[in-house]
């Protein structure tokens, strides 16, 4: 820089205008970690997107306008799209590769380096999952690198990395090393931390059922070998504080509570998903969802409303029908003594109360889903396992008894008892079974809802394409998002090589692992 007039000293305090006194440009590696935890779940907006894609593509949500439009009517939207890439790379893969390239070789930080690797396995899992090949290897590297153009890497390629950082990770736990004082999921404990890693590499050795049998049956091995969560108090959450989030960008309460209590109040449980679980007898219907009044009071009427309609899936919205289309006629019901005429809309089941406070936790991975995935490894006969009905049982006792945590009331014992004893696995449904409580079980993970559905086919999913005049995927539900158009001006030749490798791209095309 050349300063035409003044001293070295006015030179330097220009420089100090130019700087940003608010960021840091040094920041600690401890402190980016949190970041990157709380910014995948506190942006109301951007989870927005996610229940429209991919969230509208699995039949549990319905009634919002964005869910219905774009993802249950099949709606192509570039910008909706584009919300999970965006968020990912502008706003974390910078802080994912700073926090383990300054403490790689750090012996007083080898724990810190490895909650980094997995936080990178997990971010780039979900994006690679939604859109195939991405940029990886040299994504968000443009400081230590130069390359500001990233190569799209094969989805196979970023998964075989995936399991290596894990081995990693297993490896460098080390309960005797640092103490992690900033994180947000374990607060430092890394014997959970390496729960979940393990736990983590069961959901990916998963993933490639259909693509590489043998290499899930490898990995997921593995990981079973190593120690995944043995109870609810090893699940991996993040707790918000009670704060509104503001319009736009993220906030430090829960993204999906704060989606939930946007006026109008439109999000319903889909009868598909409240017609399986009242077969089940599954208690959980009365912790997910209720009928409230729109009173400034949130008035429960569930129990009123049921007494009338005598099942909770008469209760329930059709999968691809609006908020405003198709409601029941008013009803009176009497509440504290006087009658009050309830629109239709009001009588369909919402989000339950505890899941729209803005201090919910939100739950990256449960000890429930981690019994489902070894169930249906024991079904299959992989070593190291167990009994595949104790671990379908287990499953359901957690599945109900984690709900807790978000301040739903407790199911009593019998209701509890009723649910698994006739749940128990029946032979030649297995997975069948498994598959159904693992889709009921991610009702607020859209992301695994919908990977795990795309895995087994479970349940039978169908776009309902009831306009076919606007559908845009020929009446199929989508099984990939499309990459971001800008992604062909900002890093065109390495897009274009990409969509080569995928004849006839389209989000009707399943990734790498979804033959």
Not at 62 to 74: A, N
Not at 263 to 290: A, C
Request: proline share 5%; hydrophobic share 35%; aromatic share 12%.
């Amino acid at each position: 820089m050349i300063c035409l007039t003044g001293s070295m000293n006015s030179c330097a305090d220009f420089e100090d205008l130019n700087q940003d006194p608010d960021k840091s440009t040094d920041m600690d590696p401890a402190l980016l970690l949190p970041n990157i935890q709380m910014y995948l779940t506190n942006d109301y907006q951007e989870w927005h997107r996610h229940f429209m894609y991919p969230g509208g593509f699995v039949n549990q949500w319905c009634g919002d306008w964005g869910t219905v439009e774009y993802g249950c009517i099949g709606i192509k939207s570039d910008s909706y799209m584009a919300e999970l890439w965006l968020q990912r790379y502008t706003r974390l893969a910078k802080s994912i590769v700073d926090t383990t390239e300054r403490t790689q070789d750090d012996p007083g930080q080898v724990n810190l380096n490895a909650m980094g690797r997995v936080m990178r396995v997990y971010v780039y899992n979900q994006l690679t999952d939604m859109y195939g090949d991405i940029p990886y290897f040299e994504a968000g590297t443009g400081y230590y690198t130069g390359i500001l153009k990233p190569k799209y890497d094969l989805q196979s390629e970023i998964y075989d990395d995936f399991f290596r950082q894990l081995d990693i990770v297993y490896e460098q736990l080390d309960p005797n090393a640092d103490i992690v004082q900033y994180d947000h999921y374990y607060n430092g404990d890394v014997n959970k931390w390496k729960k979940f890693t393990n736990s983590l590499r069961l959901r990916l050795a998963m993933r490639l059922i259909k693509v590489d049998p043998e290499r899930a049956r490898k990995e997921a091995e593995t990981a079973i070998r190593n120690g995944v969560m043995e109870s609810n108090a090893d699940l991996c959450m993040i707790k918000y504080e009670n704060l509104a989030n503001p319009s736009s960008g993220p906030g430090r309460g829960n993204a999906l509570s704060n989606r939930f209590r946007q006026e109008p109040r439109n999000f319903r449980l889909s009868k598909k998903l409240i017609t399986y679980m009242e077969d089940t007898s599954d208690p959980r219907i009365r912790l997910y969802s209720g009928c409230y009044l729109d009173d400034g009071q949130n008035t429960d009427i569930t129990d009123l409303v049921y007494a009338l309609k005598r099942s909770y899936s008469e209760m329930a919205r059709e999968t691809d029908h609006f908020d405003w289309e198709k409601n029941p006629e008013p009803i009176l019901l009497t509440i504290d003594g006087k009658e009050v005429e309830v629109d239709g809309k009001y009588q369909l089941l919402q989000p339950a109360a505890w899941l729209m406070e803005y201090d919910a936790p939100y739950i990256n991975m449960s000890y429930a889903e981690v019994e489902l995935l070894l169930a249906e490894a024991a079904v299959r006969g992989w070593s190291g396992v167990g009994n595949a009905a104790a671990h379908f049982e287990n499953a359901l006792r957690a599945s109900v008894e984690h709900m807790s945590l978000y301040g739903a009331p407790a199911v009593s014992a019998e209701a509890l008892e009723r649910f698994v004893t006739s749940n128990a696995l029946k032979s030649g449904s297995e997975l069948e079974q498994i598959n159904m409580q693992i889709w009921v079980g991610h009702l607020l993970n859209p992301f695994e809802a919908y990977a795990n559905w795309r895995r087994t086919n479970i349940p039978e999913i169908t776009m309902e394409n009831p306009d076919k005049e606007r559908n845009q995927s020929g009446g199929k539900t989508p099984r990939r998002l499309l990459y971001p158009i800008e992604e062909q001006i900002k890093n065109g030749d390495n897009y274009r090589e990409a969509i080569a490798r995928v004849p006839g791209y389209d989000w009707t095309i399943g990734v790498w692992w979804d033959k």
